[in-house]
């Protein structure tokens, strides 16, 4: 079966790092793109970046550049997502989302998707 | 950046016919950008419904068509079920890796 199974709730505090994990099965990952989404509490979907895990080749939305890193281990099936110094406003649920094919074109698979909660 | 554009919200009666779409800021949206649709019911993550304008997932009912009508991309639902109820967005495709949301349509069955 095919399946992204994403690491579990955290609640961090502002300026903690965390990283967050998205691990699939089922599928040769290597040779899919991953990507990461944002939804804040009561908000639409944002697209964040996509990774490549063959290569590691990382594309970042605009709005996220900078703010966030993105990074795979092709080894063990599994794609990251790490923040250096989180904020408040970075409370959110995050999804990762596999690509239909080889390319960025069509999207296929979700992640269950990890809660971040950042309070002091 | 680009920006994507849904209804925020529509109503339909079960059984009945309501098309979704989906317009780009940059212009007129064509199979180029490979419009992809989810699904988002409360509480659940997203499901896909529809990738490169019209294509349908094994696990996607009938009911559920995609297409390019007047320069937007369009998500068709023809005979609506209660359980249609949910978030519908859009993925624009804007190329090298740059992927953007619509804002989502809310579908009420009613």
């Known amino acids: 079966e095919v399946q992204l199974v994403q690491s579990g709730a955290e609640v961090k505090k502002p300026g903690e790092s965390l990283k967050i994990s998205c691990k699939g099965s089922g599928f040769i990952f290597s040779n899919y793109w991953i990507g990461w989404v944002r939804q804040m509490p009561g908000k639409g979907l944002e697209w964040m970046g996509v990774?490549?895990?063959?290569?590691?080749?990382?594309k970042y939305s605009p709005s996220f550049q900078g703010l966030v890193t993105i990074s795979a281990d092709k080894s063990i099936n599994s794609a990251y997502l790490q923040w250096n110094g989180l904020k408040a406003s970075d409370t959110a649920i995050y999804y990762c989302?596999?690509?239909?094919?080889?390319?960025?074109?069509?999207?296929?698979?979700w992640g269950q998707g990890t809660l971040v909660t950042v309070s002091s | 950046q680009a920006v994507v554009t849904q209804e925020p919200s529509l109503t339909v009666s079960p059984g009945g016919t309501v098309t979704l779409t989906c317009a780009s800021s940059t212009g007129a949206v064509t199979s180029g950008y490979y419009p992809n649709w989810v699904q988002q019911k409360p509480g659940q993550a997203p499901t896909a419904l529809i990738y490169?304008?019209?294509n349908k997932h094994s696990w996607t009912p009938a009911r559920f068509s995609g297409s390019l009508l007047g320069g937007k991309a369009a998500l068709t639902l023809s005979g609506v079920q209660p359980e249609d109820e949910a978030d519908y967005y859009c993925?624009?495709?804007?190329?090298?890796?740059?992927?953007?949301f619509g804002g989502g349509t809310r579908l009420t069955v009613l």
């Open positions: 989302v596999r690509s239909n094919g080889a390319d960025t074109s069509s999207w296929y698979l």
């Open positions: 990774i490549y895990p063959g290569d590691s080749d990382t």
């Open positions: 490169s304008t019209k």
């Open positions: 993925l624009l495709n804007y190329g090298d890796g740059h992927l953007i």
